[in-house]
Nanobody
């Protein structure tokens, strides 16, 4: 499995922006998809965005597509998530995920479709 390490989380005031980055090591060129999920305390892990292959189409959660942008840099083996106009509801742990097996072709928006996960990075948005 590929190893994933997130960075870029932190504390920000409402209305601010953050850029999260996920560095992939190991067999990252063969990945079918990479994505970002988030989880607030006491809630299920929630899909944020994903991108297929090295330069595939992006997918976004409907509620977030106007404020987030996912991008993958195959040369650097990174996938970034740019988030704008943050609100306290965006607070949570953000996880990078990767699909080694192609299960995201069935459904990309579910955590079960991804088999490799990073440790997560905390994002806290204050009002």
């Amino acid at each position: 499995h590929v190893q994933l390490v997130e960075s870029g989380g932190g504390s920000v005031q409402a209305g601010g922006s953050l850029r999260l980055s996920c560095a992939a090591s190991g067999r990252s060129d063969d990945l079918h998809a990479m994505g970002w999920f988030r989880q607030a305390p006491g809630t299920p892990r929630e899909f944020v965005a994903a991108v297929r292959g090295l330069n595939g189409n992006p997918y976004y959660a409907d509620s977030l597509r106007d404020r987030v942008t996912i991008s993958r840099d195959s040369a650097k083996n990174t996938v970034d998530l740019q988030m704008l106009s943050l609100t306290p509801e965006d607070t949570g742990v953000y996880y990078c995920a990767a699909d080694d097996y192609g299960t995201t072709y069935i459904k990309i928006e579910t955590p079960e479709s991804f088999n490799s996960w990073g440790q997560g990075t905390q994002v806290t948005v204050s009002s």
